[in-house]
């Protein structure tokens, strides 16, 4: 049984052929984060608001420093995937739509490096 | 109508026509709770990026995000992790293809929201101990 119009059948529309890697992407990394945000965030609770040097102490810890890290990466990646589809879904005109797709694969990088540079610069030193 | 032959399809769901059950308003929450972190996670790399450069840019960043208005925003934060987290295991468990009776789904839900606030209060105490 087929679901597609005899409209989308004649303009040629169909899949884009690579949903199903955008799928599984979202659910390998969202696997990975359940024991990732979990040792992120006791760490860095325990430091926000502890002044600079006990942060600095914190992140100087290999291991602190390696799971914020990917626990950043991992987030941002899977950030991306996530509010991707929540454009997709729901900004409709052609012009704001790539706009904010664009800007969103943008910004993910951005802040995604950005974090994971920042914590590299503390462990390793200044 | 333009489009007379629509194809053998299912009619999409007439949303408007159902009463909102609290299934669906945990539904719609993983988006919001979602996209609630991608702000939350501006600030807390913006927090990481100055305590990396010195203590005059970390003595702001810190300042915001230890305030009344950035402790507010980080315990949402935290509850929205938390329960993306939970949802977010839910959401597995479907995929796998399982808990789709009504019973179980909305059993599920409850589980959801008494364990993201429980891993959030837990956070809490274990933060200040």
């Known amino acids: 049984m087929s679901f597609r119009t005899d409209r989308a059948r004649v303009a040629g529309l169909g899949v884009a052929r690579d949903g199903v890697g955008h799928w599984w992407a979202q659910r390998v990394t969202a696997v990975a984060l359940v024991p990732l945000a979990v040792l992120f965030v006791i760490p860095f609770a325990r430091a926000l608001g502890a002044g600079r040097e006990a942060v600095l102490a914190t992140y100087a810890h290999p291991f602190n420093a390696i799971v914020a890290m990917l626990f950043i990466g991992t987030a941002f990646y899977h950030l991306k995937l996530g509010l991707q589809v929540i454009i997709e879904d729901y900004v409709h005109a052609k012009a704001p739509r790539a706009a904010a797709l664009v800007a969103n694969a943008l910004g993910a990088w951005l802040f995604g490096l950005t974090g994971v540079f920042a914590v590299a610069r503390i462990a390793i030193g200044q | 109508m333009a489009d007379v032959n629509r194809g053998n399809r299912p009619l999409s769901p007439h949303l408007s026509v159902y009463n909102q059950s609290y299934t669906g308003t945990l539904s719609i929450l993983h988006r919001l709770t979602g996209m609630a972190m991608a702000v939350a996670g501006v600030l807390v790399v913006w927090w990481f990026l100055a305590a990396a450069v010195g203590p005059d840019y970390f003595a702001l960043a810190d300042w915001v995000l230890t ?28 995929d796998s293809g399982h808990g789709f009776e009504l019973e179980q789904v909305r059993m599920s839900g409850l589980v959801v929201l008494t364990c993201s606030g429980a891993l959030t209060v837990l956070v809490l105490l274990i933060a200040n101990l």
């Open chain 2, 67 to 94: 305030s009344f208005l950035g402790h507010l925003v980080m315990i949402g934060a935290l509850w929205a992790l938390a329960y993306h987290l939970c949802n977010g295991i839910r959401h597995l468990w479907w």
